[in-house]
Nanobody, 120 residues
């Protein structure tokens, strides 16, 4: 089992920044990828960013959703089993519940979600 604890959501004005954190515990050695998805009211859940938790210390493969490319950056602290999402130039359309996801070879796990609200 893997447990995920998210933090860092909140209310911010358009153009502002927020940083989300997601810390994993439990069977963390089984995690291959971690990242974030989001879901706005009335919309489907969408990928925000995912990062490879293994590989080189200096470089990690990552993938971003089209709507956040160039504005959001995902990073990792592998020894602490933690990922971060730096969100810059936030827009009202970024308002959503952001959920952390951990992917192992056998299954995936979700955090409880954290609300991000961007006011115009």
């Amino acid at each position: 089992q893997v447990q995920l604890v998210e933090s860092g959501g909140g209310l911010v004005q358009a153009g502002g920044s927020l940083r989300l954190s997601c810390a994993a515990s439990g069977r963390t050695s089984s995690i291959n990828f971690m990242g974030w998805y989001r879901q706005a009211p009335g919309k489907q859940r969408e990928l925000v960013a995912l990062i490879d938790m293994g590989g080189s210390t200096n470089y990690a493969d990552s993938v971003y959703g089209d709507s956040v490319k160039g504005r959001f950056t995902i990073s990792r602290d592998s020894p602490r089993n933690t990922v971060y999402l730096q969100m810059n130039s936030l827009k009202p359309e970024d308002t959503a519940v952001y959920s952390c996801k951990a992917v192992t070879t056998e299954m995936y796990y979700w955090g409880q979600g954290t609300q991000v609200t961007v006011s115009s």
